[in-house]
């Protein structure tokens, strides 16, 4: 698994080292192109297009896998009528499922987002609707995968909170500390 993911990703770096692999963003259409080269045209269609679908179909293999695995895990644990499922066990399971749910939600964000890009951009004509189509779909993708990531970790948004007070201090500098040293070396008036 790891090498299906890293070799092409590599290589779709590296193929941007060659003169002719061209990806650019043409203003015109408002869009990201591949050029018209044949480095450019494999690129598009064999790393981009293939390779991501590619990616897509297996990930929700191994999603309905894990959901089967989870749902014959919940029918195990709630058919033992003579014993409880320990707290532990219970925690865990439900560990697993909001993981689940986070990676199968950006699987679908991602899938959706490929769709748009792939084939529905094809039957768009030019123009606004086929920028929506394709640049503002890649962007919104991310930024909704972004928001998945920020809604099922509470870790992330405590350090988001953290972010917060630092910008409230940049805008108000001013502290606590800052108010009892001024206090305390201030000029007595005798």
Known sequence: MLVF??????SYWAV?????????????????RFGGHTCSVILSIYIDMIYNISLFVLI???DLVT?????????????SKFCAAPAAEEMKHK???????????????NSVMCIC???ISAYIPKGFCLFLCTTYAWELSHVLVGFILIWFNPEI???????QHFLNYLTNPTSTIDILHMSNHAPSRN
Request: with cysteine; glycine share 2%; net charge positive.
């Open 95 to 109: 560990k697993e499922v909001k993981l689940f749910a986070q990676a199968f939600l950006i699987s679908i964000v």
């Open 16 to 32: 941007f080292q060659i003169e002719t692999c061209d990806f650019f963003y043409d203003h015109d259409l408002r869009i990201w």
């Open 117 to 119: 890009f792939n084939w």
């Open 67 to 79: 959901l089967l695995k989870l749902q014959t895990i919940r029918k195990n644990t709630s058919s």
């Open 157 to 163: 948004r405590r350090h988001l909170v953290g972010v």
């Open 5 to 10: 993911i890293t070799c092409p990703t590599l």
């Open 60 to 62: 929700a293999f191994f």
